[in-house]
DNA sequence: ACCTGAACACCGTTCAAGT
DNA sequence: ACCTGAACACCGTTCAAGT
């Protein structure tokens, strides 16, 4: 006796699932995001949101795109260059284990790995927009790079926020400004 | 009707367990470690590794240390300091899921927790010990917390060997000679 | 098109029971 | 001390069946 609500909008229910797997992951983490689980808090049969993704993984990163635009949507305007990666790096630390567990996903599954990748892109995309102006343009891709792998780095240990952003701003100067 | 083998030594019995995990992870990763498979392997049932290790974490990480002391035995001990690192960069990749799977686990298992802190110092160690000569003293700390953020981010992006060496070897210079 | 119920295959871990 | 057999609780995924 399957209850279908074909009255809502296909969009509304899938957002539902998205925001049910978002609370998940922000609360408990990648081990809160059980299909099981998240039916039964949208009232619905496991099998119900396959309906609608394929895969867990395809959840898993719906949740995750919609963090990240909730980040980016904060993303200060106005600050030098590294203020505003030190900035980054702080909403990124935040979110650091989501992230490795994204990363461990990705090994596996060929959804998440490309959104590693685009995610990756786009903050790429991000950091050389921020310090373009302060980086001599003939490195600008193997400073640019550097810098991401530096922050990276760092965010993989659980530093005191004051350590990290030394570090960070140690490497920066050293990296941008030869 | 147990099959007890008093007449086996401990520790030839544990080790038997560690080498069957450590040819399972360098097989198919972390995925291919499962305590059920493994114990078919050797053919126990899968509740006596537990008379052994108390978790499949603790399997895990025994694993883990015998692939790096195999690593760390084939150390060079000639070369200058950028070579050095390439190197370690280089053995560091080959086990790059093992790492990924290591810090995921870590998030949830103390003693996985532990064990990635013990490995990062080791190879902390053996960074300030390689390049100790080309920084100067003041900023021993930051250069080579600086410099190990760059491999480990680099690591975590999958680049070609060259490309990898090239964002290395250009951070390696800027932060190590201002 | 949409959803359920029930099953499948696979986990890690526990424990009483046996030698 | 050492190991088994069987169970427990929990997964992600599939699918025939219903509306």
């Given at each position: 006796m399957?209850?279908?609500?074909?009255?809502?909008?296909?969009?509304?229910?899938?957002?539902?699932?998205?925001?049910?797997?978002?609370?998940?992951?922000?609360?408990g983490?990648?081990?809160?995001?059980?299909?099981?689980?998240?039916?039964?808090?949208?009232g619905l049969?496991q099998?119900?949101?396959?309906?609608?993704f394929?895969?867990?993984?395809?959840?898993?990163?719906?949740?995750?795109?919609?963090?990240?635009?909730?980040?980016?949507?904060?993303?200060?305007?106005t600050?030098?260059?590294?203020t505003?990666v030190?900035?980054f790096?702080?909403?990124?630390?935040d979110?650091?284990?989501?992230?490795v567990?994204?990363?461990d996903?990705a090994r596996?599954?060929?959804?998440?790995?490309?959104?590693?990748?685009?995610?990756?892109?786009?903050?790429?995309?991000l950091l050389v927009?921020?310090?373009?102006?302060?980086v001599?343009?003939?490195?600008?891709?193997?400073t640019?790079?550097?810098?991401?792998?530096?922050?990276?780095?760092?965010l993989?240990?659980?530093?005191?926020?004051?350590?990290?952003?030394?570090l960070i701003?140690?490497?920066?100067?050293r990296l941008?400004?030869?």
């Amino acid at each position: 006796m399957p209850r279908t609500r074909p009255d809502l909008d296909r969009d509304d229910k899938v957002a539902a699932i998205v925001d049910g797997a978002r609370g998940r992951l922000l609360d408990g983490g990648y081990e809160s995001l059980s299909i099981v689980a998240l039916a039964r808090e949208l009232g619905l049969a496991q099998a119900a949101i396959y309906w609608y993704f394929p895969t867990k993984d395809h959840v898993f990163v719906a949740a995750l795109d919609r963090i990240l635009h909730d980040i980016l949507s904060r993303k200060p305007r106005t600050g030098d260059a590294l203020t505003r990666v030190l900035w980054f790096a702080d909403r990124l630390h935040d979110f650091q284990d989501l992230r490795v567990s994204m990363r461990d996903r990705a090994r596996t599954s060929e959804v998440v790995a490309e959104y590693d990748r685009d995610v990756t892109a786009l903050l790429r995309v991000l950091l050389v927009g921020a310090c373009a102006d302060d980086v001599q343009a003939s490195t600008l891709d193997d400073t640019v790079d550097a810098v991401m792998a530096l922050c990276d780095g760092v965010l993989l240990r659980d530093l005191p926020k004051a350590r990290r952003h030394q570090l960070i701003r140690f490497g920066y100067t050293r990296l941008v400004h030869p």
